[in-house]
């Protein structure tokens, strides 16, 4: 006759400590928690610019008269940033218009010598008709009211703001998005159903603490 509190028994299964079934689901329950937050971290946009409608007094970049002037602002050390860059660099290909680009890299002063010389510096350099600059202790980003790392405004040639906000979908992904077709098609003198979207980064300046 069978044991049936055997280990390979039915009933034996059932005999199995309480505590290896509540351990199992508490793990389910962490890892689905931990894969909320990270959805949660990815889509969750950024502080958006406090923009002014038309281009900033006291700024030393020069706004091009005769087109469209595209600024980025950026942390240089700022993983999400990466994807902006691509998407800059995606918007200007399909531009039929090619506007003065500035890429402005915060610096605070604290920070050594070239801490602003990443990667993202060196990408940004490539692309066609831009000008990357330099910004100490984000003086630029501040005229401009950016608080996010990734924050494009794009004006005319007679300083109005046509568009302010973030060129991908979420935090450091490339691809299709609303920010980055919105401003190819004012490059293309195309009226867009919008003016603003949601931009994706590191927080600016609590970021640049650290």
Known sequence: MPNLDSPGSPS??????FWIYAFA???LMCAAAGLWRVWAWENGPGLAAAAQSSWPAGTALKLAGDRPTLVLLAHPQCSCTAASIGELAEALARAGTLPKTYVVFLKPSSFAEGWEKTGLWDAATALPNTTVIRDDDGLEATRFGAATSGQAMLYDAAGAL?????I?????????????????ALLNQVKPNRATANVFGCSLFAAAKS
């Open 12 to 17: 034996g299964a059932l005999a199995r400590p």
């Open 25 to 27: 689901a508490l793990w």
């Open 162 to 166: 046509l568009f302010s906000g973030g």
């Open 168 to 184: 991908t979908g979420a935090r450091g992904h490339a691809g299709d998005n609303v920010g980055r077709s919105t401003v190819v």
